[in-house]
């Protein structure tokens, strides 16, 4: 297991789990959302990349209007 937090509130998750699996874990949304770990955004195309214990995790949904 490894513990991420995920927009300020703490989980754990089974150790090679995949951003797109931690969304899918946690029943977030996967369209207009940005990943950011660890202040980095995370490019959709690197999504199947694992989650490293300890990572601070940020879902951002983008809003429209302005």
């Known amino acids: 297991m490894i513990t991420v937090t995920v927009n ?3 989980h754990q998750l089974d ?6 699996g931690l969304l899918a874990v946690l029943d977030l949304p996967t369209e207009g959302v940005a990943v950011a770990i660890d202040a980095a955004v995370v490019p959709r195309a690197r999504w199947a990349s ?11 949904s983008a809003v429209p209007g302005g």
């Open 15 to 20: 150790r090679g789990i995949t951003v797109a």
């Open 50 to 60: 694992e989650v490293v214990d300890g990572a601070e995790v940020e879902v951002l």
């Open 8 to 10: 300020g509130e703490r």
